[in-house]
């Protein structure tokens, strides 16, 4: 697994960024949000159960994430058909806010190591990337365990703070001096 420190892939992915007619599909690319920090996230499959707790979960802090110029984009194996359907019929994900991007090909989850050799499905994989494509966060829990968005956005403060942040440290809480 790609881990801290080391350079997110290049990939290129159809996404669905809509459920209106002729404009639910965009390719997106390792280029597409240049000079952001980008918070990419893995769920193993569409039409299950822990998963539209997340992707709801994090669309709602998805302005917070804007505010710190950090781009969301969630992704699976399936087809960006399957994304379109499930937004199409889950009412916490018709009007998501960000992009599901579809690696139907698990290139970008193989390149990654998230890729489960048995499930042939991706891990459930958090990774913040820096405005460089340098990967500064990764998180990856059990499938039957879901994420804490709220978390994550915790640790995208820290490391937008550039400094040293202690255990449960908030954005705008006193750092630590060396």
């Not at 997110?8 to 240049?34: C, G, L, M, N, R």
């Not at 494509?133 to 059990?142: E, G, H, L, S």
Request: proline fraction near 5%; charge should be negative; include cysteine.
């Amino acid at each position: 697994m790609l881990t801290i420190g080391e350079k997110f892939p290049s990939f290129s992915v159809t996404a669905t960024v809509s459920t209106t007619k002729d404009k639910e599909f965009e390719t997106i690319t390792d280029e597409s949000y240049a000079g952001k920090w980008k918070l990419y996230f893995f769920w193993p499959k569409d039409f299950t159960f822990v998963c539209p707790t997340e992707i709801a979960g994090f669309a709602k802090l998805n302005k917070d994430f804007k505010e710190r110029d950090c781009q969301i984009l969630g992704g699976s194996i399936d087809s960006e058909y399957v994304h379109l359907a499930w937004r199409n019929n889950h009412p916490d994900l018709k009007n998501l806010p960000f992009p599901m991007l579809s690696d139907l090909k698990r290139s970008l989850c193989d390149q990654l190591g998230i890729l489960d050799l048995n499930a042939g499905v991706a891990q459930r994989a958090t990774f913040l990337v820096d405005p460089e494509n340098i990967i500064r966060f990764v998180y990856v829990t059990d499938g039957s365990v879901g994420r804490n968005p709220q978390e994550v956005l915790r640790v995208l403060d820290a490391l937008q703070s550039d400094e040293l942040c202690p255990c449960n440290w908030h954005k705008g809480e006193a750092t630590l001096q060396a």
